[in-house]
Protein backbone atom coordinates (compact mmCIF):
# COMPACT_ATOMS: atom_id res chain seq x y z
CA UNK A 1 0.00 0.00 0.00
CA UNK A 2 1.06 3.06 -0.83
CA UNK A 3 1.17 5.75 2.65
CA UNK A 4 -0.74 9.00 1.71
CA UNK A 5 0.25 12.51 2.00
CA UNK A 6 -1.66 14.21 5.39
CA UNK A 7 -2.65 17.45 3.88
CA UNK A 8 -3.35 19.96 6.66
CA UNK A 9 -4.95 23.74 6.70
CA UNK A 10 -3.50 26.78 7.74
CA UNK A 11 -5.06 30.05 7.62
CA UNK A 12 -2.11 31.76 8.99
CA UNK A 13 1.89 31.70 8.89
CA UNK A 14 1.35 31.12 13.16
CA UNK A 15 -0.60 28.27 12.35
CA UNK A 16 1.26 27.28 9.04
CA UNK A 17 4.87 26.62 11.39
CA UNK A 18 2.53 24.58 13.51
CA UNK A 19 0.98 22.42 11.24
CA UNK A 20 4.20 21.64 9.88
CA UNK A 21 5.77 20.97 13.13
CA UNK A 22 2.75 18.81 14.33
CA UNK A 23 3.31 16.53 11.94
CA UNK A 24 1.88 17.59 8.00
CA UNK A 25 3.27 16.45 4.72
CA UNK A 26 2.25 19.44 2.76
CA UNK A 27 -0.11 22.15 4.15
CA UNK A 28 -2.51 24.20 1.96
CA UNK A 29 -3.06 28.13 2.58
CA UNK A 30 -4.75 30.89 0.84
CA UNK A 31 -3.47 34.49 -0.21
CA UNK A 32 -5.83 37.60 0.53
CA UNK A 33 -8.00 36.96 -2.65
CA UNK A 34 -9.23 34.26 -5.22
CA UNK A 35 -9.47 31.68 -2.53
CA UNK A 36 -13.02 30.12 -0.46
CA UNK A 37 -11.89 31.73 2.88
CA UNK A 38 -12.06 35.13 2.55
CA UNK A 39 -12.88 35.95 6.48
CA UNK A 40 -9.52 33.55 7.43
CA UNK A 41 -6.35 35.92 8.11
CA UNK A 42 -4.85 34.79 4.98
CA UNK A 43 -1.33 35.36 3.82
CA UNK A 44 0.15 38.45 2.50
CA UNK A 45 3.22 38.37 -0.14
CA UNK A 46 5.41 38.69 2.60
CA UNK A 47 3.79 35.73 5.47
CA UNK A 48 3.49 33.51 2.20
CA UNK A 49 7.04 33.83 0.92
CA UNK A 50 8.37 33.21 4.70
CA UNK A 51 5.53 30.10 5.35
CA UNK A 52 6.85 28.65 1.48
CA UNK A 53 10.38 28.95 3.13
CA UNK A 54 9.65 27.55 6.40
CA UNK A 55 8.12 24.77 5.35
CA UNK A 56 10.62 23.73 2.70
CA UNK A 57 13.40 24.29 4.94
CA UNK A 58 11.10 21.63 6.95
CA UNK A 59 10.53 18.71 3.46
CA UNK A 60 6.99 20.18 3.95
CA UNK A 61 4.91 21.65 0.66
CA UNK A 62 2.71 23.89 0.20
CA UNK A 63 -0.76 24.25 -1.98
CA UNK A 64 -2.17 27.69 -2.19
CA UNK A 65 -5.70 28.05 -3.15
CA UNK A 66 -7.55 30.18 -6.04
CA UNK A 67 -10.07 27.92 -6.13
CA UNK A 68 -13.16 30.59 -6.42
CA UNK A 69 -15.87 30.46 -9.36
CA UNK A 70 -14.28 33.85 -11.60
CA UNK A 71 -16.42 36.62 -12.50
CA UNK A 72 -15.26 38.77 -15.34
CA UNK A 73 -14.25 41.45 -13.01
CA UNK A 74 -11.99 39.25 -11.46
CA UNK A 75 -9.82 38.13 -14.43
CA UNK A 76 -7.58 40.37 -14.15
CA UNK A 77 -6.61 40.82 -10.46
CA UNK A 78 -6.08 36.78 -10.96
CA UNK A 79 -3.52 37.56 -13.45
CA UNK A 80 -1.45 39.66 -11.48
CA UNK A 81 -1.49 37.30 -8.30
CA UNK A 82 -1.00 34.03 -10.96
CA UNK A 83 2.22 36.39 -11.66
CA UNK A 84 3.03 36.84 -7.92
CA UNK A 85 2.66 32.83 -7.54
CA UNK A 86 5.14 32.32 -10.56
CA UNK A 87 7.73 34.22 -8.07
CA UNK A 88 7.05 32.60 -4.82
CA UNK A 89 6.58 29.40 -6.35
CA UNK A 90 4.15 26.90 -4.17
CA UNK A 91 4.22 23.66 -5.00
CA UNK A 92 0.50 23.51 -5.92
CA UNK A 93 -2.22 25.96 -6.67
CA UNK A 94 -5.97 24.76 -5.80
CA UNK A 95 -8.05 25.43 -8.57
CA UNK A 96 -12.01 25.31 -9.35
CA UNK A 97 -12.73 27.45 -12.17
CA UNK A 98 -11.63 26.67 -16.10
CA UNK A 99 -10.94 29.94 -16.72
CA UNK A 100 -8.20 30.37 -13.64
CA UNK A 101 -6.61 26.91 -14.69
CA UNK A 102 -6.58 28.20 -18.28
CA UNK A 103 -4.52 31.69 -17.18
CA UNK A 104 -2.33 29.45 -14.88
CA UNK A 105 -1.00 26.68 -17.04
CA UNK A 106 -0.17 29.84 -19.58
CA UNK A 107 0.98 31.88 -16.90
CA UNK A 108 3.23 29.27 -14.00
CA UNK A 109 3.07 26.05 -15.88
CA UNK A 110 6.11 25.02 -13.86
CA UNK A 111 3.49 24.66 -10.90
CA UNK A 112 1.10 21.47 -10.19
CA UNK A 113 -2.06 22.23 -10.53
CA UNK A 114 -4.46 20.57 -7.95
CA UNK A 115 -8.33 20.35 -8.84
CA UNK A 116 -10.42 21.51 -6.39
CA UNK A 117 -13.65 19.38 -4.63
CA UNK A 118 -15.53 22.44 -5.53
CA UNK A 119 -15.28 21.45 -9.36
CA UNK A 120 -17.75 18.61 -8.68
CA UNK A 121 -15.01 15.84 -9.85
CA UNK A 122 -17.58 12.94 -9.35
CA UNK A 123 -16.27 10.05 -11.77
CA UNK A 124 -13.47 8.89 -12.98
CA UNK A 125 -14.09 10.51 -17.26
CA UNK A 126 -13.80 13.92 -15.39
CA UNK A 127 -10.55 12.98 -13.36
CA UNK A 128 -9.58 11.93 -16.88
CA UNK A 129 -10.21 15.07 -18.61
CA UNK A 130 -8.65 17.52 -15.91
CA UNK A 131 -5.72 14.67 -16.62
CA UNK A 132 -5.55 15.36 -20.38
CA UNK A 133 -5.88 19.12 -19.49
CA UNK A 134 -2.38 19.01 -17.46
CA UNK A 135 -3.92 18.68 -13.94
CA UNK A 136 -1.55 16.46 -11.43
CA UNK A 137 -4.10 16.03 -9.03
CA UNK A 138 -7.75 15.96 -8.51
CA UNK A 139 -9.94 16.29 -5.26
CA UNK A 140 -12.87 14.29 -5.16
CA UNK A 141 -15.96 15.20 -4.42
CA UNK A 142 -17.05 15.12 -0.71
CA UNK A 143 -20.70 12.88 -1.86
CA UNK A 144 -18.39 10.22 -3.19
CA UNK A 145 -18.49 6.66 -1.58
CA UNK A 146 -15.17 4.59 -0.82
CA UNK A 147 -15.96 2.35 -3.58
CA UNK A 148 -16.71 4.56 -6.02
CA UNK A 149 -13.24 6.07 -5.32
CA UNK A 150 -11.70 2.52 -5.66
CA UNK A 151 -13.51 2.36 -9.19
CA UNK A 152 -12.04 5.81 -10.10
CA UNK A 153 -8.18 4.49 -9.18
CA UNK A 154 -9.19 1.47 -11.53
CA UNK A 155 -9.77 3.91 -13.86
CA UNK A 156 -6.76 6.93 -14.20
CA UNK A 157 -3.38 7.01 -14.43
CA UNK A 158 -0.91 5.98 -11.76
CA UNK A 159 0.51 9.61 -12.29
CA UNK A 160 -2.83 11.22 -11.31
CA UNK A 161 -2.94 11.38 -7.75
CA UNK A 162 -6.29 11.42 -5.67
CA UNK A 163 -7.11 14.03 -2.78
CA UNK A 164 -10.10 13.28 -0.09
CA UNK A 165 -11.49 14.99 2.78
CA UNK A 166 -10.98 12.73 5.61
CA UNK A 167 -11.75 15.06 8.71
CA UNK A 168 -13.73 18.50 9.15
CA UNK A 169 -16.59 20.46 8.37
CA UNK A 170 -18.86 19.13 5.99
CA UNK A 171 -21.38 21.52 3.52
CA UNK A 172 -24.87 21.02 3.08
CA UNK A 173 -24.80 21.90 -0.76
CA UNK A 174 -23.23 19.47 -3.23
CA UNK A 175 -19.97 19.46 -3.32
CA UNK A 176 -19.88 23.24 -1.69
CA UNK A 177 -21.93 25.08 -3.94
CA UNK A 178 -24.01 26.82 -2.17
CA UNK A 179 -26.16 29.79 -2.70
CA UNK A 180 -28.22 30.53 0.55
CA UNK A 181 -25.43 33.34 1.72
CA UNK A 182 -25.49 34.72 -1.59
CA UNK A 183 -29.47 34.92 -1.11
CA UNK A 184 -30.01 35.92 2.45
CA UNK A 185 -26.91 38.44 3.17
CA UNK A 186 -25.46 39.29 -0.44
CA UNK A 187 -22.09 37.11 0.19
CA UNK A 188 -21.30 34.70 -2.31
CA UNK A 189 -20.05 31.21 -0.93
CA UNK A 190 -18.35 30.99 -4.26
CA UNK A 191 -16.51 33.97 -3.63
CA UNK A 192 -14.91 33.02 -0.61
CA UNK A 193 -17.41 35.44 1.77
CA UNK A 194 -19.60 32.69 3.08
CA UNK A 195 -21.74 33.55 6.25
CA UNK A 196 -22.52 29.95 6.81
CA UNK A 197 -26.75 30.30 6.95
CA UNK A 198 -26.57 26.31 7.25
CA UNK A 199 -25.48 26.48 10.86
CA UNK A 200 -28.74 29.10 11.59
CA UNK A 201 -31.49 28.41 13.66
CA UNK A 202 -34.87 28.24 11.03
CA UNK A 203 -39.04 28.46 12.07
CA UNK A 204 -41.59 28.47 9.70
CA UNK A 205 -43.69 31.39 9.21
CA UNK A 206 -47.20 30.91 7.54
CA UNK A 207 -48.49 33.58 5.43
CA UNK A 208 -51.75 35.23 6.76
CA UNK A 209 -50.31 35.10 10.19
CA UNK A 210 -46.73 36.96 10.73
CA UNK A 211 -44.56 36.48 13.51
CA UNK A 212 -46.17 33.30 14.55
CA UNK A 213 -42.61 31.28 14.47
CA UNK A 214 -43.35 27.64 13.74
CA UNK A 215 -40.43 25.15 14.53
CA UNK A 216 -39.18 22.93 12.05
CA UNK A 217 -38.50 19.61 13.87
CA UNK A 218 -36.16 16.94 12.78
CA UNK A 219 -36.92 14.84 15.88
CA UNK A 220 -37.60 16.14 19.47
CA UNK A 221 -34.05 17.28 19.97
CA UNK A 222 -33.35 20.27 17.67
CA UNK A 223 -33.93 22.48 14.95
CA UNK A 224 -30.67 22.67 12.80
CA UNK A 225 -32.11 21.57 9.22
CA UNK A 226 -29.17 22.19 7.40
CA UNK A 227 -26.68 21.50 10.12
CA UNK A 228 -24.05 18.44 9.43
CA UNK A 229 -21.85 16.43 11.87
CA UNK A 230 -17.97 16.81 10.78
CA UNK A 231 -16.18 14.42 9.03
CA UNK A 232 -14.17 11.96 10.65
CA UNK A 233 -12.09 8.90 10.00
CA UNK A 234 -9.62 8.33 12.39
CA UNK A 235 -11.00 5.12 12.57
CA UNK A 236 -10.92 4.26 9.14
CA UNK A 237 -7.48 4.90 7.61
CA UNK A 238 -7.06 1.37 6.56
CA UNK A 239 -10.37 2.17 4.49
CA UNK A 240 -9.20 5.13 2.81
CA UNK A 241 -5.93 3.77 1.88
CA UNK A 242 -6.97 0.60 0.44
CA UNK A 243 -9.59 2.84 -1.69
CA UNK A 244 -6.11 4.10 -3.20
CA UNK A 245 -5.84 7.71 -1.83
CA UNK A 246 -2.58 9.68 -2.28
CA UNK A 247 -3.71 12.43 -0.22
CA UNK A 248 -5.64 12.85 3.06
CA UNK A 249 -7.19 16.63 3.66
CA UNK A 250 -8.18 17.48 6.76
CA UNK A 251 -10.52 20.74 6.38
CA UNK A 252 -10.18 23.86 8.61
CA UNK A 253 -8.32 26.73 7.42
CA UNK A 254 -10.54 29.24 9.56
CA UNK A 255 -9.55 26.98 12.67
CA UNK A 256 -7.23 27.99 15.32
CA UNK A 257 -3.72 26.30 15.84
CA UNK A 258 -4.81 24.43 18.95
CA UNK A 259 -7.25 22.48 16.60
CA UNK A 260 -4.43 22.25 13.72
CA UNK A 261 -1.93 20.41 16.05
CA UNK A 262 -4.59 18.70 17.70
CA UNK A 263 -5.95 16.90 13.98
CA UNK A 264 -2.38 16.85 12.50
CA UNK A 265 -0.71 15.21 15.76
CA UNK A 266 -3.21 12.76 15.62
CA UNK A 267 -3.54 11.50 12.05
CA UNK A 268 0.16 11.65 11.73
CA UNK A 269 0.64 9.60 14.84
CA UNK A 270 -2.25 7.10 13.34
CA UNK A 271 -1.13 7.40 10.22
CA UNK A 272 2.57 6.16 11.25
CA UNK A 273 1.23 3.06 13.07
CA UNK A 274 -1.11 1.83 10.64
CA UNK A 275 1.87 1.86 7.84
CA UNK A 276 4.66 0.25 10.77
CA UNK A 277 1.85 -2.30 12.11
CA UNK A 278 -1.94 -2.43 11.73
CA UNK A 279 -2.17 -4.08 15.24
CA UNK A 280 -0.39 -0.87 16.97
CA UNK A 281 -2.96 1.00 14.89
CA UNK A 282 -6.03 -0.96 15.97
CA UNK A 283 -4.60 -1.30 19.78
CA UNK A 284 -3.87 2.62 19.89
CA UNK A 285 -7.65 3.25 18.26
CA UNK A 286 -8.83 4.35 21.91
CA UNK A 287 -5.89 7.16 22.18
CA UNK A 288 -6.46 8.83 18.85
CA UNK A 289 -10.32 8.76 19.49
CA UNK A 290 -9.66 10.45 22.58
CA UNK A 291 -7.08 13.02 21.35
CA UNK A 292 -9.20 14.10 18.38
CA UNK A 293 -11.91 14.84 21.30
CA UNK A 294 -9.02 17.40 22.65
CA UNK A 295 -10.17 20.02 20.54
CA UNK A 296 -12.95 22.11 19.12
CA UNK A 297 -15.52 20.01 17.30
CA UNK A 298 -18.92 19.25 16.37
CA UNK A 299 -20.17 15.16 16.13
CA UNK A 300 -19.01 13.21 14.14
CA UNK A 301 -19.65 11.20 11.22
CA UNK A 302 -18.06 9.38 7.98
CA UNK A 303 -20.14 11.22 5.64
CA UNK A 304 -20.79 9.37 1.89
CA UNK A 305 -17.85 7.15 2.66
CA UNK A 306 -19.65 4.05 3.10
CA UNK A 307 -22.77 5.07 0.80
CA UNK A 308 -25.53 8.04 1.54
CA UNK A 309 -26.36 8.41 5.75
CA UNK A 310 -29.43 8.89 6.60
CA UNK A 311 -30.66 11.99 8.62
CA UNK A 312 -29.76 10.52 12.29
CA UNK A 313 -25.82 9.65 11.34
CA UNK A 314 -25.51 13.10 9.36
CA UNK A 315 -27.76 16.03 10.69
CA UNK A 316 -27.25 16.70 14.31
CA UNK A 317 -29.83 18.84 16.80
CA UNK A 318 -27.67 21.94 17.75
CA UNK A 319 -24.93 24.37 15.95
CA UNK A 320 -22.59 24.58 19.06
CA UNK A 321 -19.24 23.43 19.14
CA UNK A 322 -18.03 21.19 22.27
CA UNK A 323 -15.20 22.80 23.63
CA UNK A 324 -12.94 20.78 25.95
CA UNK A 325 -9.76 22.96 25.83
CA UNK A 326 -8.59 26.50 25.71
CA UNK A 327 -5.54 28.07 23.30
CA UNK A 328 -3.06 30.06 25.29
CA UNK A 329 -0.25 30.72 22.83
CA UNK A 330 2.65 28.26 21.54
CA UNK A 331 6.30 28.88 22.57
CA UNK A 332 7.52 31.27 20.20
CA UNK A 333 11.30 31.13 22.16
CA UNK A 334 12.83 29.58 25.26
CA UNK A 335 15.05 32.60 26.71
CA UNK A 336 18.25 31.35 28.37
CA UNK A 337 16.65 32.18 31.55
CA UNK A 338 13.90 29.49 30.75
CA UNK A 339 11.47 31.61 30.26
CA UNK A 340 8.70 31.02 27.61
CA UNK A 341 7.57 33.02 25.27
CA UNK A 342 4.12 33.79 23.59
CA UNK A 343 1.70 35.07 21.75
CA UNK A 344 -1.49 35.15 24.77
CA UNK A 345 -4.75 34.15 22.96
CA UNK A 346 -6.56 33.37 26.03
CA UNK A 347 -6.33 34.85 29.59
CA UNK A 348 -4.94 32.56 32.39
CA UNK A 349 -3.42 33.05 35.56
CA UNK A 350 -0.13 32.79 37.84
CA UNK A 351 -0.83 29.19 39.66
CA UNK A 352 -2.90 27.52 37.50
CA UNK A 353 -2.56 24.05 36.08
CA UNK A 354 -2.33 24.18 32.29
CA UNK A 355 -0.88 21.62 29.72
CA UNK A 356 2.31 21.56 27.64
CA UNK A 357 1.40 19.51 23.89
CA UNK A 358 4.17 18.34 22.17
CA UNK A 359 4.88 17.22 18.71
CA UNK A 360 5.26 13.63 19.58
CA UNK A 361 2.01 12.97 21.27
CA UNK A 362 2.87 13.96 25.27
CA UNK A 363 0.52 16.24 27.27
CA UNK A 364 2.26 17.66 29.94
CA UNK A 365 0.53 18.96 33.21
CA UNK A 366 2.21 22.23 34.58
CA UNK A 367 1.45 24.70 36.92
CA UNK A 368 2.10 28.53 35.85
CA UNK A 369 5.06 29.67 38.13
CA UNK A 370 4.94 33.51 37.02
CA UNK A 371 4.13 35.89 34.45
CA UNK A 372 5.99 38.79 33.01
CA UNK A 373 5.20 41.48 30.42
CA UNK A 374 7.37 42.07 27.71
CA UNK A 375 9.06 45.34 30.23
CA UNK A 376 9.84 41.97 32.87
CA UNK A 377 7.37 43.15 35.21
CA UNK A 378 5.45 40.44 36.68
CA UNK A 379 1.80 40.47 36.66
CA UNK A 380 -0.88 38.12 38.38
CA UNK A 381 -2.91 37.35 35.02
CA UNK A 382 -2.69 37.54 31.32
CA UNK A 383 -6.00 39.09 30.79
CA UNK A 384 -5.72 40.89 27.52
CA UNK A 385 -5.47 38.62 23.90
CA UNK A 386 -2.36 38.88 21.86
CA UNK A 387 -0.24 40.35 24.19
CA UNK A 388 3.50 39.33 24.43
CA UNK A 389 4.57 37.59 27.72
CA UNK A 390 6.72 35.42 29.18
CA UNK A 391 6.10 32.53 31.29
CA UNK A 392 8.27 30.62 33.86
CA UNK A 393 6.79 26.84 33.78
CA UNK A 394 7.29 23.52 36.01
CA UNK A 395 8.21 21.52 33.01
CA UNK A 396 10.89 21.42 29.79
CA UNK A 397 9.13 23.28 26.87
CA UNK A 398 10.40 23.43 23.56
CA UNK A 399 9.86 25.94 20.68
CA UNK A 400 6.40 25.25 18.99
CA UNK A 401 5.34 23.51 21.88
CA UNK A 402 1.23 24.50 22.57
CA UNK A 403 0.03 25.83 25.83
CA UNK A 404 -3.68 24.65 26.48
CA UNK A 405 -5.85 25.38 29.38
CA UNK A 406 -8.34 22.12 30.11
CA UNK A 407 -12.04 23.27 30.93
CA UNK A 408 -13.96 22.47 33.54
CA UNK A 409 -17.38 21.53 31.70
CA UNK A 410 -16.29 18.55 29.95
Same mark, same amino acid.
Given at each position: MKKPELLVPAGSLEVLKIAVVYGADAVYIGGEAFGLRAKAHNFDRDEMAEGIRFAHEHGVKVHVTVNIFAHNKDLEGIREYLGELKELRPDALIIADPAVFTMAREICPEIDIHISTQSNNTNYETFLFWHRLGAKRVVTARELSLEEIREIRAHVPDDLEI???????????????? *? *???????????? /???????????? $???????????? $???? +?? /???????????????????????VDSMKIEGRMKTALYVATVAR???????? @???????????????????????????????????????????????????????????????? /???????????????????????????????????? +?? /??????????????????????????? @????????
Open positions: ETFVHGAMCISYSGRC *L *LSNYFTGRDANQ /GACTHPCRWKYA $VVEETRPGEYMP $VYEN +ER /GTYIFNSKDLCMIDRLDDIVSAGTYRKALDD @LFTDPKIYKDNMDWYLDQISNCTYRQFTTGFFYGKPDADSQIYDSNTYIKEYTYLGFAEEITPE /GLVRITQRNKFTRGETIEVMKPDGRNIQTAVEAIYD +EE /GCETESAPHPQQKLYVRLNADVDKYDI @LRRPEQNV
